[in-house]
């Protein structure tokens, strides 16, 4: 884990749904017409993908290396 | 029958030999040769695409369906887990997915209860470990075999009755699994994923449009009127607040990735770089895991005042009040596929674990992979009766039966994911820390403490599972066992080394 600290991304979706829950539990103000915790979660649907893409492109390049 | 009921039941018939005959189209060429490794994991051969199809597969069962969009209609926002703690899991799945798979790999293992017996150098311990399992497993494939009763009966205009759906659930499944395997799985799952993804799309423009003139009045609506819906706790005291919410998700995305059925799709992988790539694109699939729920808040406008296992078809009764009945058949058929699917798998491993772990003690099939594929051919068969019978004669509400599924497999995380990178744990550690928990979750669920003080109750028991595993094992016997660690922990093998990935 310490020698691929790009690891931590994996951990991106667990701050997002979870560590950002008192934050984002309301539903104004309402993004394009959706209530403010579904437009999140929806946001963090998208988002985690990206963050274990990060994780792999880290590895990707040490295996190159 | 009516017209209407006619041509749905048509689309739907149709559809189930077109399953069938895809799933035994699978194997051919392959013909019954190959053992156990074959049927269970595909002989390890599936490349990104079929694992991406068959995990996604997995996740999106007929409660995706009934479950959610009841969920959605009786609380709101607390069903929205389901989608974090997918997401959360199939994230750490990058990291465990390869571990686990170049494990079994390196050892020749088909199924966690195999990594479990190696691990800890115990034959029986897997065996305990695959009747745990199936307790856990049995009530999933008994609530598959009902959400596709009750779908089909439904879809059919109530021409099919829900004793002949539930039998036909279990006979189609049962056919097609015993004799192509996890494979066979894979090829029902692009069926059904086309399926999924097709009908589902349609319906997230089409209900909005039909009902609301399209999403801004239907949004703005839920938001005036359903306010409580919107947030945790979500509406009618359900008691699933926010720490429910986060408890209950990260305990299910640690229990995900150890699931007996997503196990043996890691397995199936052909590589351990497969499970990364689908690691990086199954999080998206989640994406559609919003529709129903949506439409479960559409229906409370629609189609109000729904209760109990009623609200379950929240959904379908939107579906069957507005669309034309090839239409209906043809989202009856995604959904009994979404059935199909994960119950072909969830038998699938219960066939595997007894063939292996079980049956595999006794002399007369040990070390025989044929015999021992055989054996769990006829497991599959048992176990899918049994699950039948269950559903005649004990029916129960669906969400509370995974509930209960998901808490006591989450027990065997200590021993399996702890257990295979730290030398430390010990085999006493590891059972006293899973009775400690199993025990705890059920006094809790079934003297209906859970959630306690907001916790999910699994998590409680995760947590005094730990504490027993770790304090028996750095206090307890400590069992003689001198294999070197490279022979007893997983390592997740580094990316792109050819000599890991490129192996035969």
């Not at chain 1, 437009?39 to 590895?59: C, I, K, M, N, Y």
């Not at chain 2, 609301?212 to 947030?231: H, I, S």
Request: glycine share 12%; net charge positive; hydrophobic share 55%.
């Amino acid at each position: 884990m310490l020698k691929r600290p790009a690891l931590l991304w994996l951990l991106l979706p667990y701050v997002l749904y979870l560590g950002a829950l008192p934050l984002v539990d309301r539903v104004h103000p309402t993004v394009l017409g959706l209530p403010f915790l579904f437009f999140w979660l929806l946001l963090a649907t998208l988002l985690t993908p990206a963050g274990v893409h990060l994780a792999r492109r880290s590895d990707r390049k040490r295996g190159r290396a | 029958m009516s017209g209407d009921s006619a041509v749905a039941t048509a689309v739907f018939g149709g559809f189930m030999v077109l399953t069938v005959a895809l799933g035994l189209l699978a194997v051919r060429g392959r013909g019954a040769g190959g053992g156990i490794t074959e049927w269970s994991v595909g002989g390890r051969s599936l490349g990104t695409v079929m694992i991406w199809v068959l995990m996604a597969g997995e996740g999106y069962t007929s409660f995706s369906y009934l479950g959610a969009a009841g969920w959605g209609y009786n609380f709101g926002a607390p069903v929205l887990y389901v989608i974090a703690y997918l997401s959360c899991g199939y994230a750490i799945g990058y990291v465990v997915g390869p571990t686990l798979w170049s494990y079994a790999r390196e050892h020749g293992l088909v199924s966690i209860t195999d990594m479990v017996a190696h691990r800890y150098g115990r034959p029986w311990l897997g065996a305990l470990v695959a009747v745990l399992a199936t307790v856990c497993l049995l009530p999933y494939i008994q609530l598959q075999i009902t959400g596709m009763g009750v779908v089909v009966s439904t879809i059919s205009y109530g021409a099919i009755s829900l004793d002949w759906a539930y039998f036909i659930a279990f006979a189609v499944t049962t056919a097609f699994v015993v004799v192509s395997g996890l494979r066979g799985s894979a090829w029902v799952s692009v069926l059904k994923d086309v399926l999924v993804i097709g009908t589902l799309a349609f319906l997230a423009v089409y209900v909005p449009v039909h009902y609301f003139d399209g999403y801004g009045p239907f949004l703005d609506r839920l938001v005036a009127e359903k306010p409580q819906w919107l947030t945790l706790s979500g509406h009618g005291g359900s008691g699933l607040g926010g720490t429910w919410f986060a408890t209950t998700s990260f305990l299910n995305s640690l229990t995900v990735v150890i699931f007996p059925t997503t196990v043996a799709g890691y397995l199936g992988a052909r590589s351990a770089d497969a499970l990364r790539r689908n690691a990086v694109l199954l999080p998206f699939y989640n994406v559609l895991l919003f529709v129903p729920m949506l439409l479960g808040l559409a229906a409370l406008f629609v189609v109000p005042g729904l209760t109990g296992a009623g609200s379950n078809l929240a959904l379908f009764k939107l579906v069957v009040d507005s669309l034309p009945a090839w239409l209906v058949g043809l989202v009856g058929v995604a959904a009994a596929l979404s059935s199909i699917v994960p119950m072909a798998v969830f038998m699938l491993v219960i066939g595997t674990m007894w063939g292996r772990s079980v049956l595999g003690l006794v002399p007369a099939l040990h070390g025989r992979p044929r015999r021992q594929r055989f054996a769990a051919q006829t497991v599959v068969v048992a176990a899918g009766t049994l699950a039948l019978a269950l559903t005649y004669a004990a029916p129960n509400t669906l969400v509370r039966l995974s509930l209960i599924s998901y808490e006591g497999m989450a027990q065997l995380v200590p021993m399996i994911l702890l257990g295979l990178v730290w030398r430390k744990l010990t085999l006493w550690g590891a059972l006293s820390g899973l009775a400690v928990g199993g025990v705890l979750v059920c006094a809790l669920v079934f003297n209906g403490h859970d959630p306690l003080w907001g916790v999910n109750a699994g998590a409680l028991a995760l947590g005094a599972n730990l504490v027993v595993a770790l304090a028996v094992s750095l206090l307890g016997p400590k069992p003689a066992d001198d294999r070197p660690d490279a022979e007893v922990l997983a390592h997740d093998p580094p990316p792109a080394d050819p000599a890991v990935s490129g192996r035969a």
